[in-house]
């Protein structure tokens, strides 16, 4: 039998978990900093599951021990250089009988995958169909690899030339210092914007002697009242900065000002603290006499810690006008938008003082500025490849790439119509001179793959600066936004155009330094092994030679539009290099035909459905087979909220011939995400490890019809055709689900994922056969071992908050309110997470938040779990419509019958409902009394209940007002 490896055994869950999260807050050097692309995984995990996967299992639990030790020493960001790597490159090698074993990732994206692999020492091969994921990849694995320890000579110590018609020379090669890769990033980045700025400082004028930081604007329409007529300006929120206190020299002129709030003294300075906070103020101005028109100007002032900042004009889609107090409907807004009547008026100016950044409104200069950019924008996009970004924006729609895309629907037709025309004259500058840049090195004599790499990390920089400077893009308290926060393309009312050329935050410089900074990590990250293979194709055709690992995270049907969000930056690096790759960027926009990704709901003319998606994946799965070794492990990272999802991903796996032999939930996510707090994404992310089990089973068009198993059968350990026996699978998939369930439960798995984390370990049963069948034929169906599985870990988890009480019995309502006290308490939870945990028992969310439900709305879209007080209606622990009495709702009942002292009412129910001898309700009694805050009435209250029914005697009750019924 082919030896097990590492991560079938065991892995260093918690401090992955942790070493993961805590990258998010990563900044400076990490890949995601080089360009963004969706979903990429956490480098500590993906380093983590490599090792653990490649190197063989020790074979003892104190081998295992210090092996996982060893691993931990080296996921920490800061850490991943360290001296153990040096160990595990060897040890992988030894491995694999002394060479570089061969990684594919057929979903590769961002490159996080394939970096780690490649930091190990592996041979990568990383595919993915898009071309802007591609080119990231290249940037990522291919440039440091080629060019990592060698340097060129930088073009000389002088300044860059100030004349833009002046070409810099490279006087003397020996005399120059030597650069490495990212030295010349830098270089050649200010090269660019020194050149850039030339041309565009006149539509940036600096006012007072104070840099411009931002411009912030609102989108406008005309009031829909012809007799007011006013141009309504759509604002959100008319909040500038919230800082409650900014600190300034201490002079004179800071103590005179308004905003002086006091003085602070410490043992070598003084400082002047004044009110931080900023606000918009709207004013209506009379602007004829004759004809009563208005119009709405801007004032700035700061609010003090009492004064209120009314609400912006916008709530939702809807608006209203200040001038005569008019609702403004969506429609009008969206008719405005397709009748090229919605503008933009400029609001505010953000500078910078020397000591922080100030608000004040725009001057006559500024506004002349931007109309200025507007009448050079034509000559200047005619000299760059293909013009202006034209090319159509997606389709908006409910559901698939659809969803994501909010703007179309106001009028917005083409890439260009996401920018100003100063954003569009910007970009278009910096295309230009980055085109240049590449010719420019050629021409001092710079190698062809010096200048094909530092021109593509200035693309990734121009593709920065175009993420900043959108008109999605906000203003966030005291900085700018970006225009992908999350993964869509919404309407944003008041946007923010950063300062291309200023050397503040937002800009070009800013673009270039986090471009270089990642380079310099990604070239300590190469080591001379051999070059990446880098694959722009689909997962579905097959690929050349076989691999040792296959280690991948699938996209999940429509969760990402990778494609229609990936157009945003194709249409600019076709432009900067698509010259350099004709095959790659011929296409105007990204195909979307054989991507992976559900893009419609029924699919459409050249896009892929729900059923194109599942049957994709499925050959995706094979193709992966085909190329993995027998003995090699496949890797897939899950982390999908959908059952029907997890049903689709397992069936493919089985059909294609894996088994699963592990899997672990790493946590890799930050609870307080913009996707977490309103998607039902699990917080962890499954990561199933699998092995090729037989030949992967040729499509069909229909299941084979059900047939009794012969005497003896489903005995093996999984082979060609072998069918399992019911009994037996599911005695194994108890089994080891209880064995890995104590363990995620002590390391801190819970809720919603601790649901999802079993399916891994039932699958190593489950997935051992082709297909499993009851006694009598029937197959016992992926969908049906979904529902097994998740019954199962309920009556663990329940098991473990119950103390090891028996849970059967036990309601489906009643499992959910434990489940989901002992995650969250009474506090507010994220709605996505409350409908992965209904999912896990079978629960529907609008149940549960019904009349007799057990969830109550908290802020925004979250949910909490209504108090027992909140429950109280007269039908409240009688039966159900469907005839279900939930354990909980009889509990609620008892509370409130003690609460109100009637000892009559209490004994009879009691009585009537035969609790005085139910142990399991006494259990769950006992269970929520533990959850219950200290103090608190509830507690109070249960201790009461729950010491009268153990002893099964009612003490004397006092007679107290009744509360009141709801309902």
């Not at 082919?2 to 990258?23: C, G, N, W, Y």
């Not at 995706?620 to 999908?640: I, N």
């Not at 699990?682 to 299941?703: D, G, H």
């Amino acid at each position: 039998m082919t030896q097990r490896r590492l991560i079938e055994e065991a892995f260093p869950l918690k401090k992955v978990s942790e070493d993961s999260k805590h990258e998010k807050n990563v900044r400076h050097g990490h890949i995601s900093t080089l360009h963004i692309w969706p979903a990429r995984r956490p480098l500590a995990a993906c380093r983590a599951a490599i090792i653990a996967a490649l190197l063989p299992d020790p074979g003892t639990e104190a081998g295992r021990a210090e092996l996982c030790k060893k691993i931990e020493s080296i996921t920490h960001w800061g850490t991943e250089n360290g001296p153990a790597l040096d160990y595990f490159r060897r040890e992988i090698r030894k491995a694999f009988g002394g060479r570089a074993p061969r990684v594919l990732d057929p979903f590769a994206g961002g490159g996080a995958i394939p970096l780690e692999a490649m930091r190990l020492g592996c041979e990568v091969v990383a595919n993915d169909y898009n071309p802007v994921a591609w080119f990231i990849l290249k940037c990522t694995l291919e440039f440091p690899q080629r060019l990592a320890g060698k340097t060129w000579p930088l073009p000389g110590n002088q300044q860059i030339s100030k004349s833009a018609n002046q070409q810099m020379e490279l006087a003397n090669l020996q005399t120059c210092i030597l650069g490495d890769l990212a030295a010349h990033v830098r270089y050649w980045g200010q090269w660019v914007l020194e050149h850039a700025r030339q041309e565009l400082a006149p539509y940036y004028p600096t006012v007072n002697g104070q840099p411009t930081v931002a411009y912030l604007w609102a989108r406008t329409v005309p009031c829909p009242d012809p007799a007011c007529g006013a141009e309504v300006p759509l604002l959100k929120t008319l909040w500038l900065c919230k800082k409650t206190e900014k600190i300034l020299p201490d002079t004179p002129e800071n103590r005179a000002r308004p905003d002086f709030l006091r003085i602070k003294r410490t043992r070598h300075t003084t400082r002047v603290v004044i009110n931080g906070r900023r606000a918009l103020r709207l004013v209506v101005e009379e602007t004829s006499e004759v004809s009563k028109t208005s119009e709405v100007s801007f004032e700035i002032w700061a609010p003090g810690p009492k004064d209120k900042v009314p609400p912006g004009t916008m709530a939702g889609a809807k608006s209203r006008c200040p001038v005569c107090g008019v609702h403004i409907p969506k429609s009008h807004i969206k008719r405005c938008g397709h009748e090229g009547k919605m503008g933009a008026r400029m609001t505010a100016v953000v500078v910078d003082t020397g000591h922080g950044k100030e608000y004040r409104r725009p001057t006559p200069e500024e506004v002349g500025a931007a109309l200025a950019a507007a009448q050079a924008l034509p000559a200047a996009a005619a000299r760059i490849p293909y013009g202006l970004p034209t090319e159509p924006l997606p389709e908006s729609g409910t559901s698939g790439a659809g969803r994501a895309f909010t703007i179309p629907q106001y009028g917005f037709k083409t890439w260009a119509d996401l920018f100003t025309p100063r954003q569009l004259l910007a970009l278009v500058t910096f295309v230009k001179w980055t085109r240049a840049a590449r010719e420019e090195m050629r021409r001092l004599g710079y190698p062809e793959e010096w200048a094909e790499a530092v021109g593509g990390y200035l693309a990734m920089a121009l593709d920065r600066l175009a993420d900043y400077d959108s008109t999605i893009a906000i203003w966030v308290g005291d900085f700018v936004g970006h225009t992908f926060t999350r993964f869509a393309l919404p309407i944003t009312w008041d946007f923010c155009e950063v300062n291309a050329v200023s050397g503040i935050g937002g800009d070009y410089s800013s673009a270039v330094e986090w471009v270089r900074r990642a380079t310099e990590h990604l070239l300590e990250a190469a080591t001379g092994n051999g070059i990446p293979t880098i694959l722009q194709q689909s997962a579905m055709e097959p690929l050349v030679g076989s691999v040792d690992a296959v280690i991948t995270d699938p996209p999940y049907y429509d969760a990402i539009p990778y494609a229609d969000l990936s157009d945003f930056f194709y249409v600019w690096l076709r432009r900067t290099v698509g010259d350099r790759y004709p095959e790659v960027f011929a296409m105007p926009l990204v195909s979307k035909t054989d991507e992976l990704v559900q893009q419609h709901k029924d699919g459409a003319e050249g896009r892929m459905g729900k059923v194109e998606y599942e049957a994709g994946m499925a050959i995706a799965f094979k193709r992966a087979w085909e190329a993995l070794v027998f003995g090699g492990q496949m890797v897939v990272v899950f982390a999908h909220k959908d059952p029907e999802a997890w049903e689709t991903l397992v069936t493919a796996m089985i059909r294609a011939g894996f088994t699963v032999t592990a899997s672990w939930p790493i946590d890799t996510e930050m609870g307080n995400r913009t996707r977490a707090m309103g998607s039902a994404a699990l917080a962890s992310s499954i990561w199933m490890v699998c092995r090729k089990r037989t030949s992967p089973q040729p499509p069909a068009a229909s299941p084979p019809p059900p047939s009794p198993l012969p005497e003896g059968e489903g005995k093996g350990a999984g082979g060609r055709g072998e069918v399992g026996r019911y009994g037996a699978v599911r005695r194994a998939m108890q089994e080891r689900i209880t064995e890995r369930l104590r363990y995620f439960w002590d390391v801190g798995i819970s809720g919603p994922d601790f649901v999802w984390a079993a399916v891994g370990p039932a699958l190593e049963s489950y997935s051992a056969y082709d297909e499993v069948r009851r006694l009598d034929g029937t197959p016992f169906t992926v969908s049906e071992f979904l529902r097994e599985v998740r019954r199962m870990v309920a009556d663990f988890a329940l098991g473990q908050i119950l103390k090891g009480r028996s849970t059967e019995g036990l309601d489906e309502w009643t499992r959910y309110y434990l489940m989901h006290r002992n995650y969250f308490g009474l506090e507010a939870a994220p709605v996505g997470e409350c409908i992965l945990l209904s999912q896990g028992y079978g629960l529907d969310l609008n149940d549960l938040r019904g009349p007799r439900g057990l969830l109550a709305k908290a802020s925004g879209s979250d949910v909490r779990l209504a108090r027992w007080d909140e429950r109280m209606r007269d039908d409240l622990g009688n039966p159900r419509p469907d005839g279900g009495l939930p354990l909980i709702d009889m509990l609620h009942r008892l509370m409130w019958l003690w609460a109100s002292g009637d000892a009559g009412k209490l004994r009879a129910y009691v009585e009537d409902r035969g609790l005085a001898y139910n142990d399991l309700f006494w259990a769950v009694a006992q269970a929520v009394l533990e959850m219950a805050a200290p103090k608190s009435k509830e507690r109070t209250l249960l201790e009461a209940v729950v010491a009268w029914g153990r002893g099964k005697e009612i003490p004397p009750l006092v007679e107290q007002p009744p509360l009141p019924m709801v309902g």
